[in-house]
């Protein structure tokens, strides 16, 4: 007799460990079944995001920026350093630290709310008698059953056609966060939010870094205003960019590899590189899943086909996060798993893909919310904007970064606020006031009219509101 459980989640990332967890808190008997390892081989939950993703790039961005500014920034506070080195080891350890923390994290949540955990792959087996058996493929083979699945498989960086990954010269986001020495040349293919976060890392410790991108614009997703500004401060940092390539023949070489590649003016190209990072976007992971065994049905791209309540084909099968549609994001498939296992229990779990916040963890950071105006311009919408740069905040001054700006798109009759795009400083928290509004349905006479804390690095969304009706107090 197998194992019986009311849910079970195959998978341990942000949108799968999440829905077990909310699964547990409503009274569910939950398992949870995922195969990552550490390096000892033991079970390390928390999927791409912990172990390969948002966690250890956020650790290696601090740990470069805090170098950068030991080397070319202290000096402008009267502090003066020297001697001033590099560990790697030292660095990349604090990283698998940090990375491993989560993991016992997660590990430590699970036993705090009664979800049954089996370290191994988990794929289907059999639909009969109103529930589900899941294989599990661990230390040993076993088989459960649960009347409720909901796949978190997350996804898998995505390969360039005959190039490989081998982890050692041409590197997915793994292998980019891997490096025990700074390359002396280090080639990116795709100026997307891994692209830029592994070209800043290795800029600051000093690679010097070229990014290829196919596109003619830049961070063609991002508000075209906003996306200047950061290109600006990109390229003043160091970052070559190039935009509009074509990727020809990729070689290994003795020193590394070699990119031919014709550029937007139609010349052909070489970039010679120590090591390259492929970055061209990430796809469905369904691998061993085995959905063919109870009828699962995935669309053209690999990914599993859902409804807008995350229900596939099958009854009482869900999936959530990057293996369906929607923005690869860990924040989206955490609300998404939180969602399905309030469905489960016969609530009405939300999601609402106008408010889920978008961040590039870069210096400046690049967040935004809602519609870009080339967005609203395209849907003939009329708007309002208001903008609002953060060289005339009083904060920004006294941190010694005065990059960027706050942009506010609001509705031009009803001034509901449509869209805010932030380039700077702490964009990755300034943004969340912003989606508090968006999802209140606020109009930035809202926001200009709240008291906001001086000196602070929010007053500029406020200013940014006070442009929108071209009132601002400090511009």
């Not at 077990?20 to 079944?33: D, E, K, M, P, T």
């Not at 891997?178 to 976060?197: H, N, S």
């Not at 906001?452 to 200013?463: C, D, F, I, Q, Y």
């Amino acid at each position: 007799m197998s194992k019986q459980f009311d849910v079970i989640v195959i998978g341990g990332g942000p949108g799968g460990y999440i829905a077990a967890i909310r699964a547990a808190q409503l009274g569910f008997s939950v398992a949870c079944i995922d195969k990552w390892k550490n390096a000892k081989g033991g079970p390390a939950l928390g999927g791409t995001c912990t172990n390969v993703g948002c966690i250890p790039s956020k650790a290696l961005l601090q740990s470069s920026e805090h170098y950068e500014h030991a080397g070319h920034h202290f000096a402008d506070h009267g502090i003066g350093v020297t001697g001033l080195s590099l560990d790697m080891n030292k660095m990349m350890g604090r990283k698998n630290t940090v990375v491993k923390q989560n993991n016992e994290g997660v590990l430590y949540l699970f036993k705090k709310n009664k979800v049954t955990f089996f370290h191994g792959r988990g794929s289907f087996a059999a639909a009969r008698d109103g529930a589900y058996d899941i294989q599990v493929a661990g230390a040993a083979q076993e088989v459960i059953s649960g009347k409720h699945i909901i796949v978190a498989t997350g996804s898998n960086a995505r390969t360039l056609p005959g190039t490989p990954f081998d982890e050692e010269t041409v590197l997915s986001n793994d292998g980019a966060l891997r490096m025990t020495a700074v390359p002396k040349k280090l080639g990116l293919i795709g100026a997307g939010v891994i692209g830029l976060e592994m070209g800043s890392v290795w800029r600051r410790l000093g690679a010097e870094v070229t990014v290829l991108e196919g596109l003619p614009t830049f961070l063609g997703a991002v508000d075209q205003q906003i996306a200047k500004e950061a290109h600006k401060a990109f390229v003043k940092q160091g970052l070559k960019i190039e935009l509009g390539v074509k990727i020809g023949e990729i070689e290994h070489t003795d020193q590394g590899v070699s990119v031919a590649y014709t550029n937007a003016k139609g010349e052909a190209l070489t970039l010679d590189v120590d090591k390259l990072v492929i970055s061209i976007g990430r796809v469905a992971n369904t691998i061993g899943l085995a959905p063919e065994a109870v009828g699962l049905i995935l669309d053209e791209r690999g990914a599993i086909v859902v409804d807008a309540d995350c229900k596939t084909n099958l009854p009482n099968v869900w999936a959530v996060g990057d293996v369906v549609r929607g923005p690869m994001l860990a924040h989206k498939a955490e609300e998404e798993g939180v969602a399905v296992a309030e469905r489960i229990a016969g609530q009405h779990g939300h999601v609402n893909f106008n408010t889920i916040p978008w961040v590039i963890y870069t210096s400046p950071e690049i967040a935004w919310v809602g519609q870009t105006q080339e967005q609203l311009e395209a849907a003939g919408r009329a708007y309002k904007s208001g903008t609002f740069p953060f060289l005339a905040n009083g904060r920004a001054r006294a941190m010694g970064d005065t990059t960027g700006m706050v942009k506010m798109l609001a509705d031009a009759t009803t001034d509901e606020i449509l869209g805010v795009h932030i380039v700077g400083a702490m964009a990755s928290e300034l943004i969340a006031e912003c989606v508090v509004a968006m999802e209140f349905r606020a109009s930035s006479e809202d926001i200009a009219r709240i008291c906001h804390a001086h000196p602070s690095l929010s007053e500029a969304t406020k200013e940014a509101a006070l442009a929108v009706d071209k009132r601002t107090l400090n511009f």
